[in-house]
């Protein structure tokens, strides 16, 4: 079975700044697309970056470009987000999916593009 287990989330101050981990087992990293999506209280869940073997292969969210960053390390079959100067907008649960195909980007917001989902990690930015 394909698992994906997220953590890393903690609550931080604006400008602060965390590294989320998505830890998946059972999947195989050949042709895959690892996204990360949050959700805030009362909001609709919004894709906020994906890393897939299609395409332009990065994609971010208009709202965390240039603070945000994926990578991954396949050998350990980890997708990170690292955050850098949090926003208190960025306050949510933060969710990774997987997809055992590629995505191309106009496809990689959709969350029915994803065949796998982890729980979600909580980040918590104040001011």
């Known amino acids: 079975d394909v698992q994906l287990q997220a953590s890393g989330g903690g609550s931080v101050q604006v400008g602060g700044s965390l590294t989320l981990s998505c830890k998946i087992s059972?999947?195989?990293?050949?042709?895959?697309?690892i996204g990360w999506f949050r959700q805030a209280p009362g909001k609709e869940r919004e894709a906020v970056s994906c890393?897939?073997?299609?395409?332009?292969?990065?994609y971010y969210g208009d709202s965390v470009k240039g603070r945000f960053t994926i990578s991954s390390d396949n050998a350990k079959k980890v997708v990170y987000l690292r955050m850098n100067a949090l926003e208190p907008e960025d306050t949510a649960a933060y969710y990774c999916?997987?997809?055992?195909?590629?995505?191309?980007?106009?496809?990689?917001?959709?969350?029915?593009?994803?065949?796998?989902w982890g729980q979600g990690t909580q980040v918590t930015v104040s001011s």
């Open positions: 059972g999947f195989t990293f050949d042709d895959y697309a």
């Open positions: 890393l897939s073997t299609t395409d332009v292969r990065l």
């Open positions: 999916a997987a997809s055992h195909r590629g995505i191309i980007t106009s496809q990689v917001r959709r969350e029915d593009s994803y065949d796998y």
